[in-house]
């Protein structure tokens, strides 16, 4: 267990680092050319130290609040370890914010300057910033942010930077992280120095071998999870201190990401469950399309019966794979288990996954292809991870058992609370709201779940998306939707019947799959509106939703459902930027539709 730090702050790592090992490769960046650098810890140490200059020359002072307003980019790292270096605080902005949401998190965490993107991310600024009369500087990143500030802080003594720097105690504030939320006006999360320096270094020192693709190599990874949320600033700190190799890619898309993979080859990765989601359908796509179907289905039963055979080992359970498996396993490891670590850059042999829940059955086929998915829980107010599982004994279908240092605890009504000095201080000038989440210490997540005879948590849902019918009778919605999910032409589904009288679905599909599945169907291209209506479609989705019936009692299942001719969007307000449904917004947006479903 790491023990809870007693002084410095985020940055020093940078320094020492470049001190201990000047010349060891500490982040990738790509050039203008679109060809991968390497960054030396000596080289990112310096870029730090002259933005750090600039800052204060730009008035930038210790406690001041920076937002940053960018895609997952190499100078976001930069500015965060800058700012850290004075003892400035940064406030992360999803790229995808609204006026509105912007306007929001800048005035209420009364931030002094802001660096964003592109013209877009400037406009966006410019169209609220008659209302934020603190603000006094705004740099665009397109435009030469970075140079320019250099320039400007070049006649300050290094010094100064260090004595800011040496003025960052554990306790310091070091970012204020807006919640995403579901329901409501997002709220500030005051992040320390000492909560953010605990939770990364507790898992570098517990999965330290896992960041590896075989014993001995350099650990490298590539970020591509937003920075403004959580899990993507816990990946880059736990990079930048624990020496592994950082690289950043911006665009999520499998088009843009799976080349990066490639070209990076990172020994390991960090994603949401939606990431191996897309490189198990893709890779399925790409058999069937080769009339290869068949054999990949009976490639992914024997991935599920080997990591199954190992994980009962690793319990005491079994002996492990027979005989008989392992040369099945073995036929396969050319034919489909390579190819899909192909799709990750080659080297990947184990993941982090957060976020939202896996579904048990693709983390064990990712078990059984090479890759060991390591799946963990956490909340912006945990600064990220609180459980994972462990390396030696990974439980599929769980989120692992508390990190070194943090305790579990189940309430009566099945919420899961959280101890340990990861978490949050408090919300930003909302005492009332810190009041009903904090208590004695004890972090109320919120969340419902449940720990098994080993201490592995299960996540079951929300307590505030719990649903009762007119009839009275409690169902979770999240099983039920992420089984219906696991159909490869679902994208998402949404579960209502809250004061009605029984349980219905509203569901998307995801256009890549639909398109495959159309040719393999022999059928042109249909429009939206035809599509919804096709009477093959509609017998596959009723098969996902009678899959996910199987989980829950008659009184819980899916009576009906309706197939919707368009994705719940980010940019229409019907999803938070971490992907979760706004199920308020969606229901008010489909009313008509949910109207319909029991009509």
Known sequence: MAAAPQVGGLADAVFDHAQDDPQRVALGRKDEAGQWQDVTSAQFRDEVLALAKGLLAHGVRFGDRVALMCRTRYEWTLFDFALWSVGAQSVPIYSTSSAEQVFWMLHDSEVSACMVEHEDHAMTIGSVIDRLPQMKRLWQLDAGAVPELIEAGAHIEDDV???????????????????SGTTGRPKGCVLTHANLMFDTETLVARWEPVFHSKPGDEPSTLLFLPLAHVFGRMVEIAAI???????????????????????????????????????????RRKAEAGGKTGPFDKA??????YAEAMEHRAFGLGPGPSAALRIQHQLFEKLVYGKVRDAMGGRVRHAMS??????????????????????GYGLTESSAAATANPPERTRYGTVGQPIPGTTVHIAEDGEVWLHGPHIFARYLGDPKATDAVLHDGWLATGDLGALDEDGYLTITGRKKEILVTSSGKSVSPVGLEERVRNHPLVSQCIVVGNDRPYVAALVTVDQEAIDHWLAMQGKPPLPAADLVR??????????????ANTLVSKAESIRTFRILAHPFSEEHG???????????????????????LYS
């Open 161 to 179: 930077v260090h004595r800011h720097r040496r003025a960052v105690t554990p306790d310091s504030v070091a970012t204020i992280i807006y919640t």
């Open 241 to 283: 201190r624990g020496r592994v190799k950082l690289g950043h890619q911006p665009v999520l898309q499998a088009s843009a990401l799976l080349p990066d993979l490639a070209a990076f080859r990172p020994s390991f990765i960090l994603a949401v469950p939606y990431i191996f989601e897309k490189v198990f359908n893709a890779a």
């Open 300 to 305: 992914v039963e024997v991935a599920v019966k």
């Open 354 to 375: 957060g976020g939202s829940g896996m579904n048990r059955r693709l983390g064990l086929f990712f078990e059984g292809a090479g890759v060991t998915v390591f799946e």
């Open 534 to 547: 096709d009477p093959d479609l509609e017998k596959e989705i009723r098969r996902a939703v009678v899959a």
């Open 574 to 596: 019907l999803l938070t930027p971490s992907l979760k449904l706004k199920r308020k917004a969606i229901e008010s947006a489909y009313a008509v539709e949910v109207d319909a």
